[in-house]
């Protein structure tokens, strides 16, 4: 079967719009409408005319398409495609870390669950965390569930004081990199310009030349003639097509396996039969998307 040629087919047919992140597999974005980070993806969700919203990402991602658009239908060829680091943050964590510290408002990185963002005040992307923070009038923040992206945040916004709930909350993908690495990519290519993602370390942010989601990436990286990518390696595709002129090195055991889950045959069967239809629960979707849409609101 012509996997592409059938999956162009019933989009157009049911009206379906096709979303794919930046780290899903070649083919998979190389099918979708759109592409990007979560905060595009988020943007165009809320943005999006057509019927049907295909997301091909994790499952925060769909749940975040589905808050933003109560009366689309929203699926995900892999219902199982989860994150660990969402998983590192729970509603009774916030509601915990809110007691201890009345007053100060709870920023919760898009990467987590529809139930914990119910339980917080707005949430924030690796694009946007220092204009989020910075937009609020409170100066004790807390944030989570990643501990690399406060620490970005609070360098960029030192006039806050931000607290990582939980304390060492981060991405598997993303903690594979360390100062090593960094050292080595400077002997291996002198030439290069070095840029990683704000969810590594705060060594290795330190250490790189830039710091920037993968959507500052796709925009920053014809500046340069040469550069190595700090994150997940799905970002050396969209990279390469923009910019086919441009050498990347990026390491090939920055994988994340979730984002890896979704095949041609996948997207097929979503198309065909209708699934999985993603549901968030009306008394958390409503809470959810206050938050979501204050993000999107400050970051305009």
Known sequence: MNYEKEIRRLAAEKGALILAHNYEPAEIQDLAD?????????????????????????YFMAETAKILSPDKTVLIPRPDAGCPLADQLTPSSVRAAKAAHPGSPFVVYVNSNAATKAECDITCTSANAPDVVRSLKEDTILFGPDANLAAYAQRMVPEKTIIPVPKNGGC??????????????RRAYPNATIICHPECSPEVQLASDLIGSTGYMIRRCGEKKEWVILTEKGIIHPLQKKY???LFHGMDTAVCSNMKLITEED???????????????????DRARLAIERMIEASV
């Open 267 to 285: 997207l097929y069967i979503t198309l065909r039969d209708g699934v999985v239809p993603i549901q968030v629960p009306e008394s958390i979707a």
């Open 34 to 58: 759109i592409t990007g980070d979560s905060l595009e993806l988020a943007r165009k969700a809320k943005e999006a005319k057509e019927s049907t919203l295909v997301v091909c990402g994790v």
């Open 172 to 185: 598997p993908t993303h903690h594979q990199f360390t100062l090593r690495d960094v050292e080595a990519a």
């Open 244 to 246: 086919p002129d441009v």
